[in-house]
């Protein structure tokens, strides 16, 4: 339930104002997918703009936590404030975030500079949640130069982060078998940078013959992403990678590629939430509409085949749609 406080304008106006409680209610809110939370994006969009999104992947264990927070660390040095959005696995009872704010993310909770915020994934595959983009919108109108965005580390599902980062990050580690896997061409192809982590670990500089023998495959040495050799915990190699970062966000800014990027990926975000509305939509009629649930009946008596269903269902959601007030 939307308390008085959580009035879309004043909690707006307050995260327009640098007010971190109101933030944190305002994500809350998007969160939940309160109508309020949709109306303080909706108010705040015009604000957004110029952060800069980051997008850290890879598989799981590779160290992303800890190299999020060693790029944080370098940032703050030259007074960068930064936002970061990590997205965890959610527990299949509250649907939170399972870990929380991470641990290794705990020496910059008290730096009025940072702004950390866990979000639970809640069955939403692609590893990323599904108010990841709005999370980040808001992050973006309350300040912050910089979001970083560590996604729950879903392996070769990870492809979402496209549709949020202006650049993305994959990190890999040596001597894991998530990494040999990452190599597949379904996520060798998001990365802008590469990050190999654990570099004095045995392994390394096999895998780094490998990633780059992988990034030589495309004839198109524009395509290739900078590889970088990086320790999270010792913190050496990370000047290295925040410099490929800034440099090929230099390269986006050198012509009109960083708003291409961003228009493809808005294009997407609203494609995907208009298709989740209806999906709901579909669900809904499944469960209460008298007519649809006779037609599932149909299906299960061999009466109507699924594909015939499917299509009835749609166009009666189509319908349904194109009759209310609002669509006029």
């Given at each position: 339930m939307t308390r008085a406080s959580d009035a879309p304008a004043e909690l707006?106006?307050?995260?327009a104002a640098g007010d971190r409680k109101a933030l944190a209610r305002a994500i809350s809110l998007v969160e939940r997918g309160e109508p309020a939370g949709a109306a303080i994006v909706s108010a705040l969009y015009p604000r957004t703009g110029r952060?800069?999104?980051?997008?850290?992947?890879?598989?799981?264990g590779v160290g992303k936590s800890t190299l999020v927070s060693a790029l944080v660390r370098l940032l703050r040095a030259s007074e960068t404030t930064v936002g970061v959005i990590s997205v965890d696995p959610s527990s299949p009872f509250t649907r939170g975030a399972l870990l929380g704010d991470r641990i290794r993310l705990g020496e910059h909770f008290l730096d009025p500079g940072v702004f950390i915020r866990s979000m639970g994934t809640r069955g939403h595959v692609g590893g990323l949640a599904e108010t990841t983009l709005q999370a980040t919108l808001l992050l973006d109108a309350f300040g912050v130069d910089v979001v970083l965005v560590e996604t729950v580390g879903a392996g070769q599902t990870e492809v979402e982060i496209t549709g949020v980062a202006d650049v993305v990050v994959l990190v890999l580690q040596p001597g894991s078998g998530d990494s040999i896997q990452a190599l597949k061409a379904g996520i060798m192809e998001i990365p802008d940078v590469?990050?190999?982590?654990?570099?004095?670990?045995?392994?390394?500089?096999?895998?780094?013959?490998?990633?780059?023998?992988?990034?030589?495959?495309?004839?198109?040495?524009e395509k290739h992403p900078e590889v970088v050799m990086t320790s999270?915990?010792?913190?050496?190699?990370v000047a290295d990678l925040l410099g490929a970062i800034e440099r090929y966000r230099s390269t986006l800014g050198a012509g009109d590629l960083l708003a291409q990027r961003r228009r493809k990926s808005l294009s997407d975000e609203v494609v995907s939430l208009a298709a989740g509305g209806y999906l709901r939509r579909l669900r809904l009629a499944i469960r209460e509409d008298d007519a649809m649930l006779e037609l599932i009946d149909a299906v299960h008596r061999r009466e109507v085949d699924p594909l015939t269903a499917a299509g009835r269902l749609a166009a009666h959601v189509v319908e349904e749609v194109s009759d209310a007030p609002d669509s006029r």
């Open positions: 707006a106006d307050a995260v952060a800069f999104v980051v997008g850290i992947t890879g598989p799981s590469i990050a190999i982590n654990k570099q004095d670990e045995p392994g390394a500089k096999l895998l780094l013959n490998d990633v780059r023998s992988i990034i030589g495959l495309d004839p198109d040495p999270a915990r010792t913190g050496d190699g």
